[in-house]
Structure formats: C-alpha cells, structure tokens
C-alpha cells in the first residue's frame, strides 16, 4: 500500500540556523511529490512539488526540496530558518490518481 | 482573486444534529475533496468528486454526505451516524487532469460536537 512516513513529530531550531524535515514514501514507480505548509487553524499551501526531471526543487519562502529515489525520501530544507516559519510540514504523494497519501506532519518551532 | 471558501470557520452541533459544512471555488477545477484533520493523523480523505453529479467515497466516509450539482460547491453534511465528528475539516480543488496536479485548500472549518 502507498504510504508516507514523516519520522519527526516536532522539530526545534534556533532562527537563522538550518532545517531539513524529512520525508519517506513508499511506491513503487516515480510518485508526484509534495510539500505543504499549516499555519495553526489554517488551510495548506503548497511549498512545492516533484513530477520529474531535475531531483533538486524549488519552491516557495526559500524552501528546497531533494528527491532520492535510492532512498525513497524528498526531504525538504532551508539553509536559514526564519521566525515566521514556525508552522506544520506535511508531505504528500500522489500516483496520478485523485488519490493523495499525506504524511502525519512534523511541528516546527523557531526559537528566537 | 481565485480560491475556495468554506463556512463556516467554527461549528457547534449538538450530539444527534446533522451538520452541513460548505466549500465553494472559483478555480473552475473539475475535482473536489473532502479530507478530515485530527492531531497527529495527518489528513484522511472523506469523499472526492471528479466532475459534476458523481463522487466516491474515500477511505473515511462513513456517517458523512456530499453532493455535487454545480462545479463550483461540493457541501459536505455530517451526520448523527459519525460517531466522533469533532475535527478541523479542510475541502480541496485540483483541475481533475489526474497527473498529480497540486491541491488547492480551502481555510477550513472546525466542527465541535457539544
């Protein structure tokens, strides 16, 4: 079955330091990746997305993304983390269906 | 500006009361999802519809309702069989290509069951 492991529940860092969140799903061909973002009581906006092509993306608010398909992880970073982005991560795959697996979500909080 | 809307934002029903939650887009996308939000279980999908006046049920529609008869509004109604429907209720659109197009998301609304 298509899954999507998010092994951090929380994650603390300081302001200005780095940030990956890691990402493992479990498909076997190449899945349609994604990164979403929750502000607490909000709705999800899309960070980014993987399809195809270049493994490395960008996305949006200085975010990246790797996609390793030896690992079968699409870890999201950020070299330098800013207050506002204390928030909930999730990652989520889809098969080109309208089926779409979400990871439970890893807590972020910036420490001042 | 293009988007969903769903109303109310905060919900309170009493135990045996159905519900009816709405969810409206401008995107003009073809597919709409419902998904439910409990802490720590990421989002589990309800119902999705792909066009107009078809939808199936996702992996938790049990005790839930939806209708599809305009493009744009895909209302969700809890009903007294959901057993435990206190949750933050998030609706979704993607243009329906099926190639793993990106969902939109709506600001959610919070059901509370008193």
């Known amino acids: 079955a298509q899954s999507v492991t998010q092994p951090d529940i929380h994650i603390t860092v300081s302001e200005g330091a780095s940030l990956e969140l890691r990402c493992n799903y479990s498909?076997?061909?190449?899945?349609?990746l994604f990164w979403y973002v929750q502000s607490p009581g909000q709705g999800l906006q899309l960070l980014l997305k993987?399809?195809?092509?270049?493994?490395l993306v960008q996305g949006i608010k200085g975010f990246e993304a790797e996609f390793k398909r030896s690992q079968s992880s699409f870890n999201l970073r950020k070299p330098s983390v800013h207050w506002s982005d204390a928030a909930e991560y999730f990652c989520?795959?889809?098969?080109?269906?309208?089926?779409?697996?979400f990871g439970t979500g890893t807590r972020l909080k910036v420490l001042a | 500006d293009g988007g969903i809307t769903q109303s109310p934002k905060y919900l309170f029903r009493k135990e045996g009361q159905n519900v009816t939650l709405s969810c409206e887009q401008n995107?003009?996308?073809?597919?709409m999802y419902w998904y439910r939000q409990d802490p720590g279980q990421g989002l589990r999908l309800i119902y999705y519809?792909?066009?107009?006046?078809?939808?199936q049920k996702g992996d938790i529609a049990e005790g839930y309702s939806v209708s599809r008869e305009k493009k744009e509004s895909f209302p969700l109604t809890v009903t007294s069989a959901q057993k435990n429907p206190t949750a933050f209720y998030l609706c979704?659109?993607?243009?329906?290509?099926?190639?793993?197009?990106?969902?939109?998301f709506g600001p959610g609304t919070r059901l509370t069951v008193l």
């Open positions: 979704a659109s993607s243009t329906g290509s099926g190639a793993g197009d990106e969902q939109f």
């Open positions: 498909y076997g061909a190449t899945p349609y």
């Open positions: 993987y399809f195809s092509g270049d493994t």
């Open positions: 989520a795959h889809t098969s080109g269906t309208y089926k779409y697996i």
């Open positions: 995107l003009n996308h073809d597919a």
């Open positions: 519809s792909q066009i107009v006046n078809d939808f």
